[in-house]
Structures are given as structure tokens and as C-alpha cells.
């Protein structure tokens, strides 16, 4: 029944009834059913890249911001280019070996700054004194800006593959620092008091108690640092190197060549996605046991 | 091999003038004391019940006894040996959910023999027989989660159990369960217990429950400063069944005689309740 809003004056239809399940089930009936979510992603997919062409060919459309028709073109690129050059480098062979560099500086920075955060924050969590002392330390070096020390890593490790490692380790280091710091302070204290209870000497209760309770947490902070790990690499590259895909999108934004830069950039978020692809894989092998949301089935 | 055997007279487990003090959070300086100069002995296979108001600090002289917690002044004697550290001779089963929720049905079930160094055969072995023994065979390799609260308190106590503690201590593990539920696990309980008697502290704030379970029933008085303020042996004949039982005149009159008792506690707990 519609009624009136006291707030807007607007007649107002309550989304009660069959409204409400008509849209419960569409929402149920997009997830449950893959193919058909896979088909809208690619059309959206499609759509963005169907409005890039048709905005930045030249004499497909009548030139409304800029006067030249190819000044669209030189600003934004153009997806048929993008997938020439894309196409160029695979099938050419010229991009392995800056993509391999790439990928290498970020699995190791990826690798290395977790393991190092996993180590620090299992300390710092478990011993209280150590983590007092370091808690301004660690805060300042959280806090500072640390993309400014990429020029300082090239001074130090050379324009070779370590300064980008290490770069990449201190962006991916605090942030799962911080989550398994967490993690391991969340754990509940009955749990623990019944570990302890059933006769948990302190290693067994690290394995047993601290680490399984801290690993939802460090998979929550494991797809942000595989982000990292790449802005680490990436920005590394850019910065100084004679390598790398950062590399030759420096090079390209040189030369004004906005359909490399952009080629460079999807080339890397591909590759971004199926690191994070490989991360939710080991996640939900690992918590099988985390409680998913239920849902009812449509009958 | 010699073994330290604890003198025929030796209670299971003593509590010798316990006194609990917590410095408070809100007002530095003073300090909260939860149980004060409380004197509680179990003898062998004794089934104990401590009933008393709300936030009394039942559970504070429960994980006193499990060592968990340290107490202000007071000892605990355990099997006639003075207490160092965690109550190894004891199981604990929460009133809070205690299970490890990475962990299995059978996997929880086993933890104690793995911690124990049990090799993984027979742990698991052993684990499945609890489990069968509990009413949850067929439900070993659910998670917690998967579990409803009833199945995840069996398997809580078929986790204690495994280890075959002398003493065991419950700290009102049923209370979060509805009424059907917890009148079949305290019957469950009681044969468990009836066919391997071991001393049971049971905390619990439901007289009836106390009652219907225990050989002994200790009423404890408002916090703060809680201690004993009566004790009533339940000459019920056992076997017992907690539903059955709760309809017979003596248990009738035992329950208004403890009642009497506890009333004015229960007035002065919930008026302090009421206060904060």
C-alpha cells in the first residue's frame, strides 16, 4: 500500500513482501549460478572497452572536447593499439624477460616480507616487554612514507633486482605484521585456558593455539600485500633500472607512447590478479573450518 | 617404579583459605576482592556442587583450583600435594565455548593426547570411541560451527575426559543450552561419572540443577568477599534421573531448605547488580 513519507512528501512504495523476495532472489540466483555471473562480468568488461574505442577513434564520433579528432587518441590510448602491443610482446617475446624480473622482484618481496612479518608479529605479539619497547619504533616506521626510500634502496643495493626486493619487503613487511600482531592478541582466552587445561606445553600452544587462530588474519592481510609486493617492484623499476615492466613503461611515458604505458599496466594487473587468485586458492584450503555464510536453497 | 600415593584420608582437592583480590580498573588504588578466606574440600569421587548469586566469583575459585589463577593469600592442595602451576591431575570444561574451531570434532576430541605426545593411531582410535561413547559418532570430521551447541558441549567433554582426570571441574557448563537439552546432558553426565568416579567440582547458579546432580551441595554468599555460608549433603539414592528426581518430596524439601538459605544472597546480588 503506498503511503506518504512525513520527511519528503514523496509517495513512497514500502519494499515489503514481493519486492523484497523478488530481489532476495536475484542477488541468491547471481551467485549461485557462475556461468551467468562470468557472462555479466564480460559484458561489463566488453562495455568499458567498447566506450574507450568509441571515444578515442578518430572520425568515429564528432570531436567534442578536443579540436583534433586524434588528440582523444594521444591522451587516452587506444584498446585496439593496447592489444597490439600486448599481442607484440607475447608473441614476439620481447616482455618474458622484463615480466620474469618483475614477477621474481615480487614473489620474493611478497615472500620475504610475510615471513618476516609473521615472525615479528608472533614475537612482538607473545612477548609483552618486546613489543612495549618497539611499539613507537614500529608506529614511526609505519607512519613514514616509505615510497621515498626507493631512491635511497638504488643508492644502497644498485639498480639491480635487491633494491626492488627490499623495497617491496617494507611495504608488505607492516602489513602483515600488524595483522598477525592482531591475530594472535585475538585469540580467545578460553581456548587457550583449555589448550593450557588439556596439557599444552608453550610450543604446542604457538602451534596449536596462536598460529591456526592468527591465520584467517594473515590471509586477510595477504591479498593487500600482494598488491604491495608489485607497487614495490613496480615502483622500484620506475624509479631506476634497466629492467623490468616498470621499466618499459618508463621508457614509453618518455616517448608520449600511451598505449605501451597502458598495455604495461593491464599486463600487470593480470598478473596481480592471479597471484591474488593463488592466495584465495591456499585460503580457503587452509580455513576450511571458518564458518561461511549460509545460504538457503531456492526450491 | 614408585608411585606417590596420596593418604586414604586426603582429599582430592583442597582449597585452603583462598583470598582473591583484582585491583580495579576504574579506580586505581582499590582493589575488588571477589572470594575472601574460603575453605572447600573434595573428597575422592565426591560430586560437589557451588551454587551462589551471580558474579559471586564462583569462577574465580574454580580456576584457582585449575591454576589458572594465582590466588592473593590461601593454598590448594591437590590429591594431598600442594599446587604448582596448572592442576595436571584435572579436566576443565568451560561455560564459554572452548573448542578450537580449526579443529575437527575428532581432532578437538584427541588434542590432549597429542599435546600428551599419544601416537596419531591410537589417539584417534581413542578420540572415535569418546566420541561414539558422547552420542557423536558419525560426526568426526565436523567443525565446530557445523556442530549445534548441545553436540559442541559433548564433544567439550569428551575432550576432558579423554585424558581421564582425577578431578573435574565445570564451570556451569550446560547454562547456555535450552532445558531439554541440558536435562539429557545432565543425565548423560551423571552416567559417565557413576561408571568411573572421579571428584566433580561443578559451579553452577540453578539449585535444582546442584541438587539433582551432586552428593554435596556448598551455597556460596553475595560478592563481594563471597564464601560459604552453608553446606547440605543430597542423600538422594543414585541412580538418579535429573527429571524424575526433581519430583520426589525429599528433593522438594532439600531444595526449600538450600532455598531459604540462598534467598537473601540472591536479593543482596541482584540488588548489587542493580547498582552498578
Known amino acids: 500500500m503506498p503511503k506518504a513519507d512525513a520527511n519528503s512528501n514523496a509517495i513512497v512504495v514500502p519494499v515489503t513482501g514481493q519486492n523484497a523476495v523478488a530481489k532476495r532472489t536475484a542477488v541468491r540466483s547471481l551467485r549461485s549460478q557462475p556461468g551467468r555471473l562470468l557472462l555479466y562480468h564480460a559484458l561489463l568488461l566488453g562495455g568499458l572497452f567498447g566506450f574507450w574505442y568509441l571515444m578515442t577513434e578518430p572520425g568515429l564520433i564528432p570531436p567534442f572536447y578536443f579540436d583534433d579528432p586524434t588528440r582523444a587518441k594521444f591522451f587516452f590510448g587506444q584498446p585496439t593499439e593496447v592489444f597490439k602491443r600486448i599481442w607484440n610482446w607475447f608473441v614476439g617475446g620481447s616482455i618474458y624477460l622484463h615480466l620474469g624480473v618483475t614477477l621474481l622482484e615480487t614473489v620474493l618481496a611478497f615472500a620475504i616480507g610475510t615471513l618476516l ?44 633486482i635487491t633494491s626492488k626486493v627490499v623495497f617491496g619487503v617494507t611495504l608488505v613487511f607492516f602489513i602483515v605484521f600488524f595483522n598477525v600482531y592482531q591475530g594472535v592478541k585475538e585469540v580467545s582466552p578460553v581456548v587457550l585456558a583449555n589448550a593450557r587445561m588439556l596439557g599444552a606445553s608453550g610450543k604446542q600452544l604457538l602451534r596449536f593455539v596462536y598460529l591456526p587462530s592468527a591465520t584467517s588474519w594473515v590471509f586477510s592481510s595477504l591479498h593487500t600485500a600482494v598488491g604491495l609486493a608489485f607497487v614495490g617492484a613496480v615502483v622500484g623499476e620506475y624509479l631506476g633500472s634497466a629492467r623490468g615492466v616498470g621499466y618499459l613503461i618508463h621508457q614509453a611515458e618518455g616517448v608520449f607512447d600511451i598505449d605501451t604505458v597502458i598495455a604495461g599496466i593491464l599486463v600487470l594487473t593480470i598478473f596481480a590478479l592471479i597471484l591474488d587468485f593463488i592466495v584465495t586458492r591456499i585460503e580457503n584450503r587452509l580455513l576450511v573450518w571458518r564458518p561461511g555464510t549460509a545460504e538457503t536453497e531456492a526450491l | 617404579m614408585s608411585v606417590a600415593v596420596a593418604p586414604a584420608s586426603a582429599p582430592a582437592l583442597l582449597l585452603e583459605r583462598i583470598t582473591c583480590a583484582f585491583s580495579s580498573r576504574e579506580r586505581a588504588g582499590e582493589s575488588y576482592t571477589a572470594v575472601r578466606n574460603t575453605t572447600l574440600s573434595i573428597a575422592p569421587g565426591e560430586f560437589v556442587s557451588v551454587v551462589g548469586p551471580t558474579g559471586c566469583g564462583k569462577s574465580t575459585l574454580l580456576n584457582v583450583a585449575a591454576g589458572l589463577l594465582q590466588p592473593s593469600s590461601g593454598a590448594v592442595q591437590v590429591l594431598g600435594a600442594p599446587l604448582v602451576g596448572i592442576n595436571r591431575h584435572s579436566g576443565y570444561m568451560f561455560q564459554a565455548e572452548s573448542l578450537m574451531p580449526w579443529r575437527n570434532a575428532l581432532d578437538n576430541v584427541l588434542a590432549g593426547l597429542e599435546f600428551a ?50 578431578i573435574m571441574l565445570m564451570d556451569e557448563p550446560f547454562s547456555a543450552l535450552d532445558i531439554q537439552t541440558r536435562q539429557l546432558m ?17 559451579i553452577t547458579h540453578d539449585l535444582e540443577e546442584a541438587i539433582a546432580l551432586s552428593d554435596r551441595v556448598v551455597v556460596l554468599s553475595a560478592g563481594p568477599g563471597t564464601h560459604p555460608i552453608g553446606e547440605y549433603l543430597i542423600d538422594l539414592p543414585r541412580p538418579r534421573d535429573v527429571n524424575e528426581i526433581r519430583l520426589t518430596p525429599r528433593f522438594v524439601e532439600l531444595h526449600t531448605q538450600i532455598w531459604h538459605a540462598m534467598k537473601d544472597e540472591v536479593l543482596k546480588g541482584y540488588a548489587q547488580s542493580r547498582r552498578q
Open chain 1, 117 to 160: 612479518g609473521l615472525l615479528f608479529g608472533l614475537w612482538l605479539a607473545l612477548s609483552p616487554s618486546a613489543s612495549t619497547l618497539a611499539d613507537p619504533y614500529i608506529k614511526a616506521m609505519n607512519a613514514m612514507p616509505r615510497v621515498i626510500l626507493a631512491p635511497i634502496f638504488a643508492v644502497w643495493f644498485g639498480l639491480g
Open chain 2, 117 to 166: 605426545g599419544v601416537e596419531r593411531d591410537e589417539s584417534e582410535h581413542r578420540a572415535g570411541e569418546w566420541l561414539s561413547r558422547v552420542g557423536l559418532s558419525g560426526f568426526e570430521k565436523r567443525y565446530p560451527h557445523e556442530l549445534s551447541g548441545g553436540m559442541r558441549k559433548r564433544v567439550a567433554l569428551a575432550q576432558m575426559l579423554i585424558l581421564d582426570p582425577q
Open chain 2, 186 to 202: 545432565e543425565n548423560e553426565l551423571l552416567e559417565l561419572w557413576s561408571a568411573n568416579r572421579k571428584s566433580v567440582l561443578f
